[in-house]
Structures are given as C-alpha cells and as structure tokens.
C-alpha cells in the first residue's frame, strides 16, 4: 500500500517541504539556548573567555551584578536592558553555595562535569552522598583522598533531604 501525501494521507504534515521545515525546527530547537539571559552569556561572555570561570565563582545576584559591570568596564558588549537579564541568569544558574570547607572542592572537581543547579537538586544521607561520589571517582572526578571528606562532610550538611 502506498502512502499519500496530503490531509487523509498517513503523516501528510511529513510530505516535501513539510519535513524540511519540521526537521530543522527540532535542530534549532536543540540548539537554541534555553533562555534569553544563556543568549546574552553565549554571546557577550563567552566572547572573551571560557564558561570554566563562570561556573567555579557562585556567586549571589549582588556579587554577579558586580562582576558583569566590570567586564562591562573592560569592554564587553551587554546592553543596558539585558544587564539585569544576563544577573539573574548567572545568579539562578551559577548561584551562591553555603560557605564552608568543600564549597572549593566542589566548585574545583564537581563542576568540570556537572552544572550547580544539578547539585543543588540533589538531596540525599550522607551514605547517600559517600555512594554517589564513589561512583563519581569510579567515573573519573578527580578527587584527593583528602578531600573525599571534605566535600562528603559539605555535601551532607548542604544537600540533605
């Protein structure tokens, strides 16, 4: 049985141009990045340098608004309008940690592979926490013997369920 394009036709969204244009909007979609103030760091930020130092600072709003202003001083290209934009961004992305021993072990071994916003979702015991990061070393996270602790200790004080 041959299939037909066309309204009635199995798939007739799917036809000719149709394809073309649905298969391309599921590759922008894919790639577009998921808000406005992502853009504005795509483009603005990461014109100069790479995410490593954005994702090490955790910093709070007032600490981000800080840090955009002086690269604004230094010359990086971000309007007016989207300041606040691109603040609130890195602020609900790359937020503040609760101080404490293991907020650099973190910040240094945890974010080479994953975002904060995963570990802040993440509530577990500290036996919880000692699996999840012997998993972690079993996958390669560069993490000293000495600071196992540290960060286990930092990790189940912070993120608990």
Same mark, same amino acid.
């Given at each position: $049985? %041959?299939?037909?394009?066309? &309204? /009635?036709?199995?798939?007739?969204?799917?036809? /000719?141009?149709?394809?073309?244009?649905?298969?391309?909007?599921?590759?922008? @979609?894919?790639?577009? &990045?998921?808000?406005? /103030?992502? !853009?504005?760091?795509?483009?603005?930020?990461?014109?100069?340098?790479?995410?490593?130092?954005? !994702? +090490?600072? @955790?910093?709070?709003?007032?600490?981000?608004?800080? #840090?955009?202003?002086?690269?604004?001083?230094?010359? @990086?290209? +971000?309007?007016?309008?989207?300041? &606040? +934009?691109?603040?609130?961004?890195?602020?609900?992305?790359?937020?503040?940690?609760?101080?404490?021993?293991?907020? %650099?072990?973190?910040?240094?071994?945890?974010? #080479?592979?994953?975002?904060?916003?995963?570990?802040?979702?993440?509530?577990?015991?500290?036996?919880?926490?000692?699996?999840?990061?012997?998993? $972690?070393?079993?996958?390669?996270? $560069?993490?000293?013997? !000495?600071?196992? &602790? +540290?960060?286990?200790?930092?990790?189940?004080?912070?993120?608990?369920?």
């Amino acid at each position: $049985m %041959k299939r037909r394009c066309g &309204p /009635g036709g199995f798939g007739w969204w799917l036809c /000719g141009a149709g394809a073309a244009l649905l298969a391309g909007a599921v590759v922008a @979609a894919q790639d577009a &990045p998921a808000d406005k /103030g992502e !853009q504005i760091l795509n483009t603005s930020c990461l014109a100069c340098h790479d995410l490593r130092p954005v !994702q +090490v600072t @955790a910093l709070d709003k007032e600490g981000w608004k800080g #840090v955009v202003e002086a690269m604004i001083d230094r010359g @990086a290209q +971000v309007s007016e309008p989207d300041t &606040p +934009v691109l603040v609130e961004y890195l602020a609900k992305t790359y937020g503040p940690l609760p101080e404490g021993p293991g907020k %650099k072990v973190l910040l240094n071994v945890c974010t #080479v592979c994953h975002d904060l916003q995963r570990v802040k979702r993440t509530a577990l015991d500290p036996e919880g926490w000692r699996d999840l990061l012997q998993t $972690m070393l079993n996958e390669g996270a $560069m993490l000293s013997e !000495q600071d196992f &602790p +540290v960060l286990l200790n930092y990790l189940a004080r912070n993120f608990k369920p």
